[in-house]
Nanobody, 122 residues
């Protein structure tokens, strides 16, 4: 199973970025997908999760919108109004179940990408 993130980079405060994560090696439509981020020296934290169908999910911040295209095996994170405090490594992950909430939000993620760096400058 391989998850490959892209779309990170350097952006000015107030700008936008769209992260993508393309998945191979598993049946994409049978897994909830999520984005996490990790600040230096901190634990990873969940940002957004989306169920297998896209019908339900959770977002930490209304500035960030998760979406998915099951035909392309890809999950996206649209990030708007970015702030310097959003600077982090962003990871996508595939949950071992179809929904985001069963067994506890932010748990039971079996597959992870390598991450893409997002840097927001003032």
């Amino acid at each position: 199973v391989v998850l490959v993130e892209s779309g990170g980079g350097l952006v000015q405060e107030g700008g936008s970025l769209r992260l993508s994560c393309t998945v191979s090696g598993l049946t994409f439509g049978e897994h909830a997908m999520a984005w996490f981020r990790q600040f230096p020296g901190k634990e990873r934290e969940g940002v957004s999760c989306l169920s297998w169908s896209g019908g339900s999910g959770h977002e930490l911040d209304s500035r960030f919108r998760i979406s998915r295209d099951n035909n392309k095996n890809t999950v996206y994170l649209q990030m708007n109004s970015l702030k310097p405090e959003d600077t982090a490594m962003y990871y996508c992950a595939a949950r071992n179940v179809r929904g985001c909430y069963s067994g506890g939000l932010w748990s039971d993620f079996g597959y992870w990408g390598q991450g893409t760096q997002v840097t927001v400058v003032a």
